[in-house]
């Protein structure tokens, strides 16, 4: 890599590469404490991140838009999953659903929020397609009633719902197969939605499509072999970021104080999506807004629609029982409020610099009484 390319503004997350082997060794040969542990892993993470998306974006280019497309629901969520999949080995089902939740309000409400705010300064309003917006708001939507549903019946039938400051709860198996059964009808919707996006109205989509904002700073593009490397390598480091990270989950939260439920929703989620958030943010920047709104929604949508279901097929698998899909009451009223706030923001197609504030507020607003519920 060149340099100067560190510099730039979609160069930097891999000014933390040192942080992956700092955090390798601070794991295996210091035996560190947690706190550090999570604070280098998590800068690890980053750069992890970012590569993998680098190595996406350059094997969809070169494969068209359907295989593309694949490509990127496949790897586009695949580090926040990775570290949820950690998680739910280790039993943490609690902070998985809270990093479920919290990388749905972080890229609605903080990256959408950022974007609208860094791109309508200096400028008066930003548009963008309101038909492809709509459609995305609409599966958000869908998926965030069917992440409620398994939470009600529990409320009004089951035994309640669970704290926020739970590890995990071992639900009957009724709910459990709810959950199940939610989990694959959202799959489902999900390759619908791609059916939707990639073959009948793809039109609606070419700002993705054509990768508009992101191919203009990359510089040489990578052959097949050195994507496929890189996305390798990134894997791994993920991985092994990943694992380090999960472990010092528990001792680090209690050590500074904050709630396992906290650190899921926001550090969590905030980490695992950190190269990608600055993505939408800079093409904003560029007054390509077409392309950081579907970041934003789209990438809220394949949480709720992908990436939630396939932790709970996971969890057949990992872990000490099935992960059911009940959040806690201030989940629940965090992703219905955020998601509402976001569709209705969105409606018209046009966007402002206060809007884009107004969102960060929502989000501030969710953060602190996250983390008031975690600290009582």
């Known amino acids: 890599m060149n340099p100067r390319r560190l510099l730039t503004a ?57 295989i593309g497309g694949l490509l990127n629901v496949t790897f586009g969520n695949a580090p926040e999953l990775i570290i949820a999949l950690f998680a739910l080995n280790a039993g943490l089902h609690e902070v998985v659903k809270a990093s479920i939740i919290g990388s749905i309000l972080g890229n609605v409400l ?30 958000l939507l869908l998926g965030a009633v069917a992440l409620v549903m398994p939470a009600v019946f529990e409320l009004v039938q089951g035994s309640g719902l ?32 791609l059916f939707f996006s990639l073959k009948t109205h793809k039109a609606l989509f070419n700002p993705v499509a054509g ?10 593009p990578w052959t097949i072999k050195k994507a496929v490397i890189a996305l390798a390598i990134a894997g791994i480091a993920v991985g092994v970021m990943s694992e380090i990270l999960v472990g010092s989950i528990s001792e680090a939260s209690e050590t500074v104080g904050l709630s396992e439920f906290f650190v899921g929703v926001i550090v969590v989620a905030i980490v695992g999506n ?36 396939v932790l709970v097929l996971a969890s057949y698998v990992l872990g000490p029982h099935p992960m059911a899909l009940v959040f806690n009451g201030f989940e629940v009223a965090g992703v219905v409020l955020a998601i509402f706030v976001a ?13 884009g504030l107004q969102l960060l507020v929502v989000y501030a607003v969710l953060g602190a009484t996250f983390f008031a519920a975690g600290s009582g």
């Open 211 to 220: 990768d508009e904002g992101h191919g203009d700073h990359h510089g040489e």
């Open 110 to 139: 903080l990256v959408m929020g950022a974007a609208m705010l860094i791109g309508g300064l200096g400028r008066e309003r930003q548009t963008f397609d309101r038909t492809a917006a709509n459609a995305q708001s609409l599966m």
């Open 274 to 309: 950190a190269a990608e958030h600055w993505v939408a943010i800079l093409v904003a920047y560029k007054n390509k807004m077409d392309l950081a709104v579907n970041i934003a929604i789209g990438s809220g949508a394949q949480i709720a629609l992908f990436v939630a279901p």
């Open 162 to 193: 669970p704290g926020a400051g739970e590890e995990r709860v071992n639900y009957d198996s009724t709910v459990e197969t709810l959950s199940l059964v939610v989990a694959v009808m959202l799959i489902g919707s999900y390759v619908a939605g």
């Open 10 to 66: 979609d160069g930097w997350p891999y000014l933390l590469v040192p942080f992956i082997p700092a955090a390798i060794l601070l794991e295996f040969v210091f035996h560190a404490s947690p706190l550090l542990l999570f604070a280098v892993s998590a800068a690890g993470v980053i750069p992890t991140a970012a590569l993998m998306g680098r190595a996406t974006e350059e094997l969809a280019l070169r494969s068209g838009p359907g």
């Open 343 to 355: 569709t209705h923001i969105t409606n018209d197609g046009e966007s402002t610099w206060f809007e």
